[in-house]
């Protein structure tokens, strides 16, 4: 079990304790009866804490050469390849949700429930959010991309920033400019391509796993991924 997830509170922590001594045990009785003796004390932990330290580098050496293995095997470029993919089809995704919105502005507004009274305010606004869906798309999934790359600090500010803009923007926009519906649609659009563009920047950095590579697209990683993100998709919806 990955350290962070064993270690994330302390009932994970406290259950996986149990399991490892409840294996020691059976481990234990598995040896012959002559050696138990022996073995007892190291499947307990019950020895000098100075070889416990030992024990503690060795372990943590084994999954740094562990890492490095996987990485000399060839899924980092595998790994770059899929992301580049991703965030290209993501981007025509973007570009495809914009056209289709503005082509079928009043349907889309009816179905995101505007009524006569509220049908043209609904319209302004989608036409001034429309032309940032591919903004929107990509800064959600490259935030989980940064906080998987060992950067959740730099995705929580890029968030708050994100935000921060968006409220000044939109009071510009709306109170000082009088630009009204579309406006704050607008301001909203551009906080997010900010935080869009933070993401991005992160990524042509030295110090990311992920890295921008040519790639030949891949269809079949997608059959065993939509339907892992099918539900989460339906509830978004």
């Known amino acids: 079990l990955p350290t962070p997830i064993k270690y ?22 598995m040896l012959p009866e002559a050696l138990r003796p022996s073995f007892d004390p190291l ?7 100075g070889l416990r330290t030992l024990v503690k580098a060795a372990d943590k050496l084994s999954a ?3 890492c490095v293995e996987e990485l000399g095997q060839g899924n980092r ?24 919105v503005l082509v079928f502005l009043e349907p889309f507004a009816l179905l995101l429930g505007a009524e006569e009274e509220t049908l043209g305010y609904t319209m302004s606004y989608l036409r001034g959010l429309a032309p940032f869906a591919i903004c929107f798309i990509v800064s959600y999934n490259l935030e989980i991309l940064v906080k998987t790359d060992g950067r959740p600090m730099l ?9 921060l803009t968006n409220c000044v923007l939109d009071y510009v926009a709306i109170f000082v400019l ?13 906080s997010q391509l900010l935080t869009c563009i933070i993401y991005i920047t992160h990524f042509f ?9 040519r790639f030949r697209p891949e269809g079949s990683i997608y059959r065993r991924l ?8 339906v509830t978004e919806l």
């Open 226 to 233: 939509i339907p892992i993100g099918l539900a989460d998709g």
């Open 178 to 190: 009088n630009w009204g519906a579309w406006g704050a649609a607008f301001a909203t659009g551009l």
């Open 155 to 163: 995705a929580i500010l890029t968030v708050c920033i994100g935000c």
């Open 8 to 29: 994330y509170n302390p009932d994970i922590r406290d259950a996986y304790r149990e399991v490892e001594q409840f294996s020691a045990h059976k481990l234990l009785h």
């Open 205 to 213: 950095g030295k110090h990311t796993t992920f890295h921008l590579v």
């Open 64 to 66: 740094h050469i562990k």
């Open 43 to 49: 499947l307990r932990e019950d020895y000098d804490p």
């Open 77 to 100: 470029e595998h790994a770059n390849r899929l992301f580049s993919q991703n965030l290209v089809l993501l981007a025509i995704i973007g570009l495809t949700i914009t056209a289709l």
